[in-house]
Nanobody, 123 residues
């Protein structure tokens, strides 16, 4: 079973910074793509940032230039540095990863989710 534990987040004013981290643990062979998603107060789900195992990144247009996703393959962690935060960044942030699990004859990919961390940005 794979577990994701998130940390970070909180409440800040517009223009300030926050960071999020997510650590994967359990029985798996490899962590592939790692992502951060968010659910807005209007219940809209968005893919905020993605990073491949080779450190290729992709971002939601509205966060480009302000957010930075990074990972540590040795520790199976992914982080999201959020700078110049805006009120529209408010939401619950979830990490989601692709992990390869199973026996050598029956490997498959699972996509567990973190528990979510609240990020609140006031104007």
């Amino acid at each position: 079973q794979v577990q994701l534990v998130e940390s970070g987040g909180g409440a800040v004013e517009a223009g300030e910074s926050l960071s999020l981290s997510c650590a994967a643990s359990g029985d798996f062979h490899e962590v592939r793509d790692m992502e951060w998603h968010r659910r807005t107060p209007g219940n809209v789900r968005e893919l905020v940032a993605k990073i491949t195992r080779d450190d290729e990144t992709d971002y939601l247009d509205s966060v480009k230039g302000r957010f930075t996703i990074s990972r540590d393959n040795a520790k199976n962690t992914v982080s999201l540095q959020m700078d110049k935060l805006e009120p529209d960044d408010t939401g619950i942030y979830y990490c989601n990863v692709q992990v390869v699990v199973g026996s050598s004859r029956a490997r498959h990919i699972e996509r567990p989710w973190g528990q979510g961390r609240q990020v609140t940005v006031s104007s």
